[in-house]
């Protein structure tokens, strides 16, 4: 019931500051970038993912503390979260503002072109993201039993953030994935005070699900980064080392994946796919 609770309060903190906040963030020329066809939509909103889960993770602090709830347990669930959330946000927002999508960049994408332009002496925010989020991984992983449970939290935390990251790439579609991703974690059976943060965060997510799908605003990797990282952090705490194997198998599956097929091309060949993907979304949506 507490990781409902939280989803909702995640939801209507970053719902509000939205609404409160959104005539700045569209006025914003720094914030401004083209859409899949062309419209001019504000970048970074997953700021108010970030955001809400602060405000909401302080006053969730207040509660466990003075309220008489088994605090060391509750609390270091939800620090870890809002302490990588917090890291994600930065790294994503570093690559919304001066990544390969703003003004002036050039564009480089996928691990062999950061890779390739490493050896180039250029280091892209894209790389920055990549090393930064495999650290934030590493510090934030839940792990209880060894090294073997610290190396797949890691790599669980790590790679989800980057495969929800690669599903951004239409109105909605990161948030609608997470959401898929938190079902998982919670059909799987998470402890109840440790699923609070993944869900937290997730619910903040869809807190922007509408304004995202009406093109009003871009989630931008600020968000989809840290909606991924919860995602992966709900996996390793729900799963037993055999299921967070598997899990790790597949979305560094995804990422490979990403390498060689457009997700988008695959999204709109299988119609079940178009369909949710499309669900929500303006009428006159083409493919993207």
């Known amino acids: 019931m507490i990781a409902v609770a939280a989803f909702v309060a995640g939801g209507a903190a970053s719902w509000l500051l939205w609404l409160g906040m959104r005539r700045q963030w569209e006025e914003s020329e720094v914030l401004r970038r083209a859409n899949y066809r062309g419209h001019l939509l504000p970048i970074a909103s997953g700021?108010?993912?970030?955001?809400?889960?602060?405000?909401?993770?302080?006053?969730?602090?207040?509660?466990?503390?003075?309220?008489?709830?088994?605090p060391a347990e509750a609390n270091r669930g939800a620090t870890l979260l809002a302490g990588g959330t917090l890291g994600f946000g930065f790294?994503?927002?570093l690559d919304d503002l001066v990544g390969s999508?703003?003004?002036g960049s050039s564009s480089t994408r996928g691990f062999a072109g950061h890779l390739g332009a490493l050896r180039h002496g250029r280091v892209t925010t894209?790389?920055?993201?990549?090393?930064?989020?495999?650290?934030?991984a590493l510090v934030t992983?839940?792990?209880?039993d060894g090294t073997a449970d610290l190396v797949r939290g890691t790599l669980?935390?790590?790679?989800?953030?980057?495969l929800?990251?690669?599903?951004?790439?239409?109105?909605?579609?990161?948030?609608k994935v997470s959401l898929i991703g938190a079902l998982v974690v919670a059909v799987a059976g998470a402890p109840g005070w440790w699923l609070t943060g993944p869900m937290l965060v997730v619910g903040a997510g869809a807190g922007l699900l509408v304004a995202d799908l009406r093109e009003l605003c871009m989630l931008g990797?600020?968000?989809?980064?840290?909606?991924?990282?919860?995602v992966g952090f709900g996996l390793a705490i729900s799963l037993d080392s055999t299921g967070q194997w598997v899990a790790v198998a597949v979305v560094a599956t995804g990422n490979i994946a990403s390498e060689l097929v457009s997700f988008s091309k695959v999204i709109d060949r299988v119609a079940p796919l178009r369909w949710f993907d499309r669900l929500g979304t303006l009428a006159e949506r083409g493919s993207v």
């Open 91 to 93: 790294i994503g927002l």
């Open 164 to 175: 929800v990251n690669l599903f951004d790439r239409a109105p909605g579609r990161a948030i």
């Open 221 to 230: 990797d600020t968000g989809s980064n840290v909606l991924g990282a919860a």
């Open 47 to 70: 700021v108010f993912v970030v955001l809400a889960v602060l405000g909401v993770s302080g006053l969730y602090f207040c509660w466990t503390r003075w309220g008489g709830i088994s």
């Open 156 to 162: 669980l935390v790590a790679l989800t953030a980057n």
């Open 101 to 103: 999508g703003s003004p």
């Open 141 to 144: 992983a839940p792990f209880t």
């Open 126 to 136: 894209g790389l920055v993201k990549l090393i930064g989020g495999g650290v934030l």
